[in-house]
């Protein structure tokens, strides 16, 4: 069982707005702002798209936003498109005995 | 273009062992965090280990701990990952990920490579 709760799947159509749920503990994201999450499309390496809770990389598409409440993170992706269907995953720093900890991940189908 | 190129995976039998490296361009190495993460086939991505700049902190993971030994040489730009005893629950695609300096995130992932653990 991963350390970090993500939902296994969430679908939306296209132009639809989504929210994926990452929930911790106060050993990780309830206390560390070092929230980020990964995108990964089949055969393909993750990619970072949210950084520090809610910061974009550089040149990175403002669709994607990044908020915190208590111990659950959470990722929205506004105007959803085809090429958004991927693999999303959560991971936080956390004073436990591991450095990092990831969620499971959620699949994304887009309609 | 900053780019990371893991190397060394291949089909290794239980017990046995297997050193992955990644050729790190386009960025100065000496100055980032280093990261191993895997991920078995069809699962989700599990950190492994870290290594600070100077190599003057390394975390494992429990899973790993006391079988796999994380290394670099920032003369030659390179991470590597010293991996024994292998089980056939290591079988993954092993990523190197560089820790960013600005986001604390892997904001660079290397392409992966492929571990197999059989006989």
């Known amino acids: 069982q991963s350390a970090l709760i993500q939902p296994a799947s969430v679908s939306g159509s296209p132009g639809q707005s989504i929210t994926i749920s990452c929930t911790g503990t106060s050993s990780d994201v309830g206390t560390y702002n070092f929230v980020s999450w990964y995108q990964q499309h089949p055969g393909r390496a993750p990619k970072l798209i949210i950084c520090?809770?809610?910061e974009r990389p550089s040149g990175d598409s403002y669709r994607f936003s990044g908020s915190k409440s208590g111990n659950t993170a959470y990722l929205t992706i506004s105007g959803l498109q085809a090429e958004d269907e991927a693999d999303y995953y959560c991971?936080?720093?956390?004073?436990?005995?591991?450095?990092?900890?990831f969620g499971g991940g959620t699949k994304l189908t887009v309609l | 273009e900053v780019q990371l190129v893991e190397s060394g995976g291949g089909l290794v039998q239980p017990g046995g062992s297997v050193r992955l490296s990644c050729a790190a361009s386009g960025f100065t190495f000496s100055s980032h965090s280093m990261n191993w993460v895997r991920q078995a086939p069809g699962k989700g991505l599990e950190w492994i280990s870290y290594i600070m700049s100077s190599s003057s902190t390394i975390y494992y993971a429990d899973s790993v701990k006391g079988r796999f030994t994380i290394s670099r040489d920032n003369a030659e730009n390179s991470l590597y990952l010293q991996m024994n005893s292998l089980r056939a629950e290591d079988t993954a695609v092993y990523y190197c990920?560089?820790?960013?300096?600005?986001?604390?995130?892997?904001?660079?992932w290397g392409q992966g490579t492929m571990v197999t653990v059989s006989s």
């Open positions: 520090d809770v809610s």
């Open positions: 990920a560089r820790w960013g300096s600005g986001g604390r995130a892997f904001d660079i």
């Open positions: 991971s936080s720093y956390t004073s436990g005995p591991t450095f990092v900890v």
